[in-house]
């Protein structure tokens, strides 16, 4: 049996054009990859990116509608690029964001007498409380009792998403329509729109200061060392004197907090009432993009607005061109298996060869 | 119905669809145990479920043959074991990135090509799944029979299986590379186990395990493809194979026991207590972590798990 081999050198650090420019070419080749399988259904995937780009970003219109949509994106990348610099593995972005989106729901359905500035504060409050809630769970159980994480947050989604179903088909059920979803919250709930005329909402400002403040508390802080340090090596933390079982439990508030604050910006900018599929699996992008992103704020923040240019141009291109929506899910699976990939080129000079 | 609890035939059906929902999490979980004794976390297991669950399908609706659905859902799995292997093992890329990968990727690629092939029906196309077989004799046993010996045939492939796993990883030579490979790849190369081709090996018959167990799904369990038809099976599988030590037989008993949950939900969803059925339906999730918290103390991790290996 002989197989390939591909020896390995280590290299030094890689230059800095090198960094910037190994996102683009990923995504050049994910999506070069990703023409096979418009090539198989007999589509022109140049036609197709063209439609996809064109439908996503070559209007006002279709530009303000895709920030929309990066909005959760921005949040749920932040959520998991933070987690995933400590190591702590948080794939529960989905659950928490969901969380996040039913605390809102709960807090904006008591028609408070507040003044929309105060309601929203409290909105905003409130979501983050839940997703944190919702999160340290896993958190607390990886730090203290060292249970695997992917699994335990993973499995809290399905734990969340069945709440928020028997939520939505019970007592919380739209009594006129008898659909399967909260009637609007308090008006004075709603968040303001950024531009008149568009769906564009202040929701896409809280997700840019979460962008300025993971930036800000990673690169900035004692903790930001501490998170670091704790992925990086941490054993070598602990022997610092750093208390790697609390930075997790600190990243897993963050990180959750973050994911549910989607959930709010989707509930109280977006939606107004409480749906069951308020998240057509913004949290599991969310890795992809950190992974885009390097975990990198400014790059998190990049590959959402990328994404959200994939997944808004998937539905033009699904109506337009007849390719089925799914098609976003291929190449976001692909985007992220070939960004690891490109990775590598960071730590290594890759030679091909021959094993025995 | 108040006194159903008490009748025999409350009984049978109970364990007859406890062992009915166990199968797909015997042949997953079977499957992630040798990704993780061979030291391959292979997070692709939801991705690869789901995808076999879709060519299972679509091969039968196309060809009405039963065994061809089982053939390409198992050799799709495959595909996916190959992928993740040269991505973990060949290049030696991060283990959860790359199955999280896998896993979004499989899944966005059955939804897509069902869409291309189906379309969107209002009732989604059925098919002629698998009946049960009733074993001659066996199935005759009272209360026993028709638990154990009046299933689908992929039952009892997920039941023969379990033997077999545990005498190749605990009683053949490929069993002992396997594990030493997981346990200290450098020692295993050292006594001239080819490191790579056992991981490779392991992959291989991880991924044709999940494929087969996503066939369960659209072959046995229900009659079509539905959206996340898998519903996280693939990752309580990930809490069963810690739970069962990385020992197939303990496999069996993890997976009866979250099967035994999930057939109690289906079963008190028709009784008159008020409780959402949702509640129901969430309680083997719950019970997972649980089981997780209870086992983490005592989980002996394959040592090399997660370590890629690289030959100087």
């Known amino acids: ?356 | 119905m108040k006194n159903s609890f008490l009748t025999l035939s409350f009984w049978v059906g109970f364990f007859a669809a406890t062992i009915r929902v166990a199968t797909p999490l015997i042949l997953a979980t079977l499957g992630e145990t040798f990704s993780e004794r061979s030291g391959i976390l292979n997070l692709g297991i939801e991705g690869t479920m789901l995808f076999g669950a879709f060519a299972g399908f679509i091969t039968v609706y196309l060809t009405k043959s039963l065994w061809l659905g089982v053939l390409f859902a198992t050799l799709s799995g495959l595909m996916f074991g190959l992928l993740m292997a040269f991505l973990v093992v060949t290049l030696g890329l991060n283990q959860h990135v790359s199955g999280l990968g896998i896993t979004i990727f499989a899944s966005g690629l059955a939804y897509y090509l069902y869409r291309a092939i189906i379309g969107a029906p209002t009732v989604p196309p059925t098919i002629k799944s698998f009946s049960n077989i009733a074993i001659p004799l066996l199935s005759k046993i009272p209360v026993l029979g028709p638990v154990l010996f009046n299933q689908t045939i992929i039952t009892y492939i997920a039941l023969i299986a379990v033997p077999i796993a545990g005498y190749l990883i605990f009683k053949t030579n490929f069993g002992l590379s396997l594990r030493s490979v997981g346990e200290n790849p450098e020692a295993a190369d050292a006594v001239g186990v080819n490191v790579y081709k056992i991981r490779y090996l392991s992959m291989i018959i991880a991924g044709s395990l999940m494929g087969l167990s996503g066939a369960f799904f659209t072959l046995a369990e229900f009659n079509m493809f539905l959206y996340d038809i898998v519903g996280g099976r693939g990752w309580v599988s990930i809490a069963l194979v810690i739970f069962a030590n990385w020992v197939p037989a303990r496999v069996l008993w993890g997976a009866l026991l979250f099967g035994g949950i999930d057939a109690i939900g289906l079963r008190m969803q028709g009784t008159p207590i008020n409780v959402p059925f949702q509640v129901y339906l969430m309680l083997p999730y719950i019970l997972t972590i649980i089981v997780l918290v209870i086992g983490a103390r005592n989980a002996s991790y394959p040592s090399a798990l997660l370590k890629p290996y690289r030959r100087e």
């Open chain 1, 1 to 356: 049996m002989s197989l390939i081999s591909i020896k390995l050198e280590k290299r030094t650090a890689p230059p800095v054009w090198f960094q910037v420019l190994t996102p683009v070419i990923a995504i050049v080749i994910s999506l070069g990859i990703s023409a096979i399988f418009l090539l198989i259904l007999g589509k022109n995937p140049f036609t197709a990116f063209y439609y996809m780009f064109y439908g996503a970003i070559g209007t006002k219109f279709a530009f303000l509608e895709m920030l929309v949509k990066a909005t959760p994106l921005i949040l749920t990348g932040i959520a998991v690029a933070i987690a995933f610099t400590a190591k702590y593995w948080n794939i529960g972005a989905e659950g928490q964001l969901y969380a996040g989106a039913l605390a809102a729901t709960w807090f904006g359905l008591m028609n408070l007498p507040l003044s929309p500035v105060i309601y929203i504060s409290l909105e905003i409050l409130v979501g983050f409380l839940a997703g944190a809630i919702w999160s340290v769970v896993p958190g607390y159980l990886k730090a203290e009792l060292k249970v695997d994480d992917v699994v335990t947050t993973l499995l809290m989604n399905y734990i969340m998403i069945y709440i928020v179903s028997a939520l939505l088909n019970g007592p919380w059920r739209n009594p006129v329509t008898m659909y399967p979803s909260s009637i609007a919250i308090s008006k004075n709930a709603f968040f303001p729109k950024l531009v008149p005329q568009s769906r564009l909402h202040i929701g896409f400002l809280v997700a840019i200061i979460a962008v300025l403040l993971m930036y800000f508390i990673v690169r900035k802080t004692k903790l930001g060392f501490e998170i670091r340090a704790t992925g990086a090596n941490p054993r070598a933390a602990n022997f610092l004197g750093i208390n790697t079982t609390k930075s997790i439990i600190i990243v897993s508030i963050i990180s959750g907090g973050i994911a549910g604050l989607a959930g709010v910006s989707e509930l109280c900018g977006v939606q107004y009432h409480l749906i069951q599929t308020i998240s057509p699996g913004y949290g599991y992008s969310g890795i992809v993009i950190a992974m885009l992103g390097r975990l990198n704020p400014i790059g998190v923040f990049l590959s959402a607005i990328y994404f959200a240019i994939v997944i808004t141009g998937a539905n033009v291109m699904s109506y337009s061109l007849n390719i089925p929506p799914y098609i976003s899910d291929v190449i976001q699976g692909i985007t992220l298996i070939v960004m690891l990939a490109m990775l590598l080129l960071f730590e290594y000079r890759i030679k091909v060869g021959r094993s025995k």
